[in-house]
């Protein structure tokens, strides 16, 4: 995981950040005082709209096509997921907020990984943002030469409560950089 600069909004949000917002803070208080079916279909569509393409385009050129956590090229194999730092169950209303959207592959968007995973300051939190903060100050990296093993070693509690919930050392991540290295 690597720091990566926020670009700026793109256009669609410039026009509709605020309205779309305000649509969702409505539809949420409808289904909070009558939790319907309808209701429930009104708060999913109102949330759905920060899957717009342009929004999608813009973080695949902000992340350089790589997933936010494990930096894995996305573009090869899938289109990659708009990923909601703060999940999207636990804070509808920062859905279609820019600042709260990353780029993410299917597997760290995943239920078993960073999903819908929001830890408490009690609990190791909050998780680190690579747009906010420099994951340099939560990790280390220790590399072995002998077997090319390149592991992320978390050097307080929110990188190691980070490292956990992303997978940073899961076994396919620690290939992966392996054979970086046998690129080098
Ligand atoms: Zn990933």
């Known amino acids: 995981m690597i720091f990566v600069e926020r670009t700026a909004k793109p256009q669609v949000l410039y026009r509709n950040e605020m309205s779309w917002t305000a649509a969702i803070v409505a ?3 409808n289904f909070d005082n009558n939790s319907s079916e309808n209701n429930k279909r ?3 569509k109102a949330i759905k709209k920060y899957g717009n ?3 999608k385009q813009v973080l695949i050129k902000m992340f350089h096509g790589k997933c936010a956590f494990c930096e894995s090229y996305i573009e090869n194999v899938d289109y990659g997921d708009i990923e909601h730092f703060k999940p999207k169950s636990k804070f509808p209303e920062l859905a279609v907020t820019w600042s709260n959207l990353l780029l993410s592959c299917k597997k760290c ?3 078993g990984q960073k999903g819908d995973n929001w830890p408490e300051p009690s609990e190791g939190g909050p998780l680190i943002n ?3 903060e420099n994951p340099e100050d939560f990790f280390e990296f220790e590399f072995d030469e002998k077997t090319l093993m390149s592991i992320v070693i978390p ?3 929110r990188g190691n409560a980070s490292e ?3 997978g940073l050392n899961k076994h396919t991540l620690l290939i992966d950089r392996k054979n970086m290295f046998r690129c080098w």
Request: glycine letters at 4%; charged letters at 35%; aromatic letters at 4%.
């Open 109 to 111: 968007n995943g239920a």
């Open 164 to 166: 956990k919930i992303y």
């Open 155 to 157: 050097i307080n509690e």
């Open 27 to 29: 539809a949420k208080k």
């Open 42 to 44: 009104a708060l999913d």
């Open 130 to 132: 690579p747009c906010e």
């Open 53 to 55: 393409n342009e929004i």
